[in-house]
């Protein structure tokens, strides 16, 4: 089945530093799936970081981007100055792009920055 | 932005016994989800659910799980009966549209059976 790997974690960095977490993919039923990076902070759901739903595009969002690399089958996070408050655990995830199938998910990277 | 709520955040029982994990999704979705994480590990997907169906389960999804959302209000997922390795926090969410469209979760549900 499907399935993602990202950087195992916990990861810290300090403020103002560059951040890269890995993400490669496998997907077996569909050549170009949709990928996806989502961020969930203490106390509260995941929520929606970004998606790219096309190969060779790149997705960004607060300061975040994403490129979809259909060669490499990856699809890393980066940001060039991280904030204490992106502090986070951030989840990889790849769908398939129809009704019936769910996205999955990789285990997480949790993100602590210092000030 | 929409919100997904999980009640309760923690809850704790007997091996063997029935719980019902609940779940309020955002208002106009149609689709919903669970997922079940173990600390350190993959996410994983359990079953997602739309027009009062199971659309897709995976094999964590065991026969004594169960979902429905009878008349339109909480998205239950219930376990009877549970078992040691059942412990692990339950993520709910739901979506507009199925598949690749956005998905709104809840906070977890942390599941600890003794």
């Known amino acids: 089945g499907d399935s993602v790997t990202q950087t195992e974690g916990p990861v810290t960095v300090s403020e103002s530093e560059s951040l890269i977490i890995n993400c490669t993919y496998s997907?077996?039923?569909?050549?170009?799936?949709?990928l996806f990076w989502y961020v969930r902070y203490p106390g509260e759901g995941l929520q929606l970081l970004l998606k790219?739903?096309?190969?060779?595009q790149k997705g960004s969002s607060r300061g975040f981007e994403a490129t979809y690399n259909k060669e490499t089958t990856s699809f890393h996070l980066q940001k060039a100055s991280v904030q204490e408050s992106d502090s986070a655990v951030y989840y990889c995830?790849?769908?398939?792009?129809?009704?019936?199938?769910?996205?999955?998910f990789g285990a997480g990277t949790k993100l602590s920055v210092k000030p | 932005g929409p919100k997904v709520l999980q009640i309760p955040s923690h809850q704790i029982i007997d091996m063997g016994q029935m719980v019902t994990l609940n779940c309020d999704p955002v208002s106009n979705h149609l689709y919903f989800y669970w997922y079940k994480q173990i600390l350190g590990q993959q996410m994983e997907f359990l079953v997602n659910f739309y027009n009062g169906k199971v659309m897709e389960k995976s094999k964590l999804f065991k026969d004594q799980f169960s979902v429905e959302r009878p008349d339109g209000s909480y998205f239950t997922l219930k376990i009877q009966p549970t078992a040691l390795e059942d412990s692990a926090v339950y993520f709910c969410?739901?979506?507009?549209?199925?598949?690749?469209?956005?998905?709104?979760f809840g906070a977890g549900t942390r599941l600890s059976v003794l």
């Open positions: 997907a077996t039923s569909i050549a170009y799936p949709n």
């Open positions: 790219v739903i096309t190969a060779g």
């Open positions: 995830a790849l769908g398939e792009g129809n009704n019936n199938n769910a996205p999955r």
């Open positions: 969410a739901s979506s507009l549209i199925g598949g690749a469209n956005t998905l709104y």
